[in-house]
């Protein structure tokens, strides 16, 4: 079945540092792939998508490459701040429902 | 609108005991998931709704779950005969599905049970 695989947390940062965060993930077509954030005592939000291979999705300075020939879609951040600091998830779906499938998520820790 | 609301936030119940947990989704959006989400892990589907109609369970939904979506509003998930394995945080997300397909899951902050 489908899967999806994020590096390990907890990453702590310091503030202004570049951020990237792994995912890779393995789907039997082709998928939509999703970062969602969750930050502290609040519901997961959707922070950025791609819907096809190459597409750029970006929001809030992040921003992640569908990259079909790696099966990969590596969360990216120039200059993380100390509101950054929540558990990320990468996810894919082939088409919602049970084919929505979340990684473990990421947790990241910004330092002042 | 003020989003996905779930109810009650936290629930602890003693095993074999019978629990209820509600979702109230964004009142627009015709589509209603279930997820449990267990420590260090991303959510796991559970079953989601098309207006009033179940259209899928995983197989992680064992007999002792049931969920509804009576009005096509809110929605209710039953857990009967709690075991200790059930403690997880219960999540609910709705979307709007229309002719361009469906829209980003929005989700509520979850409902944490307890068993023990």
């Known amino acids: 079945g489908d899967s999806v695989t994020q590096m390990e947390g907890p990453v702590t940062l310091s503030e202004e540092a570049f951020l990237t965060i792994n995912c890779t993930y393995t789907a039997t077509g082709y998928p939509s792939l999703f970062w969602y954030v969750q930050y502290p005592g609040e519901g997961l939000q959707l922070l950025l998508k791609?819907?096809?291979?190459?597409d750029k999705g970006s929001n809030k300075g992040f921003e992640a490459t569908y990259r079909k020939e790696t099966t990969s879609f590596h969360l990216e951040k120039g200059s993380v701040q100390v509101s950054d600091s929540a558990v990320y998830f990468c996810a894919l779906s082939e088409d919602y429902g049970q084919n929505f499938v979340f990684g473990p998520g990421t947790r990241l820790s910004v330092l002042p | 609108d003020t989003g996905v609301s779930q109810d009650p936030r936290h629930k602890i119940t003693k095993r074999g005991q019978n629990v209820t947990f509600r979702c109230d989704p964004i009142s627009e959006h015709n589509r209603l998931y279930w997820y449990r989400q267990t420590l260090g892990q991303g959510p796991e589907f559970l079953t989601y709704f098309q207006n009033e109609a179940q259209l899928e369970k995983s197989r992680l939904l064992s007999d002792r779950f049931s969920a509804e979506r009576p009005k096509g509003s809110f929605s209710t998930l039953e857990i009967q005969r709690t075991e200790q394995g059930d403690s997880a945080m219960y999540l609910c997300?709705?979307?709007?599905?229309?002719?361009?397909?469906?829209?980003?899951?929005?989700f509520g902050p979850g409902t944490r049970l307890t068993v023990t």
């Open positions: 791609a819907t096809k291979a190459d």
């Open positions: 997300a709705s979307s709007l599905v229309g002719l361009a397909g469906e829209d980003e899951q929005y």
